[in-house]
Protein backbone atom coordinates (compact mmCIF):
# COMPACT_ATOMS: atom_id res chain seq x y z
CA UNK A 1 0.00 0.00 0.00
CA UNK A 2 1.34 3.62 -0.97
CA UNK A 3 1.60 6.09 1.95
CA UNK A 4 -0.64 8.47 1.87
CA UNK A 5 0.86 12.31 1.60
CA UNK A 6 0.44 13.04 5.46
CA UNK A 7 2.62 10.11 6.11
CA UNK A 8 5.32 11.33 3.69
CA UNK A 9 5.53 14.71 5.53
CA UNK A 10 5.95 13.25 8.61
CA UNK A 11 8.53 10.71 6.99
CA UNK A 12 10.46 13.64 5.62
CA UNK A 13 10.78 15.51 9.31
CA UNK A 14 11.88 12.06 10.80
CA UNK A 15 14.46 11.69 8.16
CA UNK A 16 15.51 15.79 9.12
CA UNK A 17 15.64 15.32 12.78
CA UNK A 18 18.16 11.64 12.32
CA UNK A 19 20.36 13.65 9.78
CA UNK A 20 21.12 16.25 12.37
CA UNK A 21 21.51 14.20 15.17
CA UNK A 22 23.98 12.20 13.31
CA UNK A 23 25.47 15.03 11.95
CA UNK A 24 25.85 16.48 15.75
CA UNK A 25 27.23 13.33 16.67
CA UNK A 26 30.26 13.27 13.86
CA UNK A 27 28.68 10.53 11.89
CA UNK A 28 28.47 12.12 8.87
CA UNK A 29 28.39 9.35 6.30
CA UNK A 30 24.90 7.92 7.79
CA UNK A 31 23.61 11.03 8.00
CA UNK A 32 23.89 11.07 4.42
CA UNK A 33 22.32 8.09 3.74
CA UNK A 34 19.44 8.85 6.06
CA UNK A 35 19.25 12.46 4.00
CA UNK A 36 19.39 10.31 0.48
CA UNK A 37 16.14 8.68 1.93
CA UNK A 38 14.83 11.97 3.15
CA UNK A 39 15.31 13.28 0.08
CA UNK A 40 13.80 9.96 -2.41
CA UNK A 41 10.56 10.97 -0.33
CA UNK A 42 10.58 15.03 -1.20
CA UNK A 43 13.07 17.06 -2.86
CA UNK A 44 13.56 19.51 0.57
CA UNK A 45 16.12 22.01 0.28
CA UNK A 46 16.95 22.03 4.03
CA UNK A 47 17.49 18.44 3.45
CA UNK A 48 20.04 19.30 0.52
CA UNK A 49 21.93 21.70 2.85
CA UNK A 50 21.94 19.22 5.84
CA UNK A 51 23.40 16.76 3.24
CA UNK A 52 26.08 19.56 1.97
CA UNK A 53 27.12 20.14 5.00
CA UNK A 54 28.11 16.37 6.00
CA UNK A 55 29.36 16.09 2.45
CA UNK A 56 31.56 19.02 3.42
CA UNK A 57 32.94 18.02 6.66
CA UNK A 58 33.68 14.36 5.09
CA UNK A 59 35.75 16.67 2.41
CA UNK A 60 33.48 15.97 -0.80
CA UNK A 61 33.33 19.41 -1.85
CA UNK A 62 32.22 18.98 -5.50
CA UNK A 63 29.00 16.97 -4.10
CA UNK A 64 28.71 19.29 -1.33
CA UNK A 65 29.04 22.20 -3.95
CA UNK A 66 25.88 20.59 -6.12
CA UNK A 67 23.98 19.79 -3.05
CA UNK A 68 24.16 23.95 -1.93
CA UNK A 69 23.88 24.67 -5.44
CA UNK A 70 20.50 22.35 -5.58
CA UNK A 71 19.41 24.06 -1.98
CA UNK A 72 19.26 27.47 -3.67
CA UNK A 73 17.41 26.28 -7.07
CA UNK A 74 14.37 25.36 -4.58
CA UNK A 75 14.64 28.08 -1.91
CA UNK A 76 16.73 31.38 -4.06
CA UNK A 77 16.26 33.28 -1.11
CA UNK A 78 17.81 31.60 1.37
CA UNK A 79 21.01 33.21 1.97
CA UNK A 80 22.57 30.73 4.58
CA UNK A 81 22.54 27.87 1.31
CA UNK A 82 24.13 31.06 -0.41
CA UNK A 83 26.97 32.09 1.68
CA UNK A 84 27.80 28.28 2.14
CA UNK A 85 28.24 27.99 -1.23
CA UNK A 86 30.65 30.43 -1.19
CA UNK A 87 32.43 29.46 1.95
CA UNK A 88 32.50 25.88 0.04
CA UNK A 89 33.93 27.31 -3.38
CA UNK A 90 36.04 28.81 -1.38
CA UNK A 91 37.76 25.67 -0.25
CA UNK A 92 37.66 23.85 -3.34
Given at each position: ????A??L??????????????????????????L??AL?????S????A?????????????????Y?A???????A????????????E?
Open positions: RKPKKDSSDVAYFLQKGDELRREGSYQEAIEVDRLVEKSRALSRASARRALLQRETALNDSALKLDPTSVYLSSRGVVKSL
